[in-house]
């Protein structure tokens, strides 16, 4: 089935110019969706269920039109992980570590589901036994066409990052894949926009 949603780079500069089409403007509110992960750290055995928490923040338009592109929406997610996981990568050498990679959502319109990686370069962060690892990094959701009426949902979903783990002389002593699912009896559901 052809796709409800596509991202607006594939709009040219030529056809926008032709119809004249421009984001009308919308109210805008935002959100901070908050979700209980469990994660995976692929190279350490001993680390296979470390508890996290993801703030996902940004602000979305209430409305949008079909045709048109919606404005792009600058999301900052904090991420943090239980006193275990401190203790975990301390144990195995870790005086830093730093998280990479996609944070994903779906973007679901009657007739598609589109999922959408958002980049995130998150801050390396002290690594100690029994102290909380939090960071924030930033991603952006791009420009959305939708091409029919009806309303659009944001959902968080699972994800996967890499763990970038260095000693205290800032050496790398290893990367590991992070996969983080869902904790169960969550909502998922980050906001919705009505297109017309």
């Known amino acids: ?29 935002t959100v901070n969706k908050v979700l209980q992960y469990s994660c995976n750290f692929a ?24 045709g048109v592109g ?12 239980s006193q275990t996981t401190g203790t975990g990568l301390a ?9 990479g990679g996609p944070i994903k959502i779906n973007v679901i ?17 002290g690594v100690s036994s029994g102290t909380v690892l ?12 939708f091409s029919a009426a009806g309303t659009v949902s944001y959902l968080l979903s699972d994800f996967t990052l890499t763990a970038t783990l260095r000693n205290s002389s800032n050496a790398t002593i290893g990367t590991t894949s992070v996969r983080c699912t869902r904790k169960a009896n969550q909502d998922s559901l980050i906001t919705q926009t009505v297109v017309s």
């Open 134 to 145: 939090s960071q924030t990094g930033t991603g952006t959701i791009p420009s959305l066409t």
């Open 1 to 29: 089935m052809k796709s409800a949603i596509r991202s607006a780079a594939v709009v040219t500069a030529a056809a926008a110019a032709l119809t004249g089409a421009v984001a009308a403007p919308a109210n805008a509110a």
């Open 91 to 99: 144990a195995a050498g870790a005086a830093t570590v730093q998280f």
């Open 70 to 81: 919606t404005a792009p929406v600058n999301i900052t997610s904090k991420l943090s992980f």
């Open 109 to 125: 319109q009657p007739g598609s589901i589109v999922p959408l990686n958002i980049n995130h370069s998150f801050p390396a962060v």
């Open 43 to 66: 190279l350490m055995p001993n680390m296979p269920n470390e508890s996290a928490l993801l703030s996902f923040a940004g602000t979305f338009a209430d409305t949008a039109q079909a």
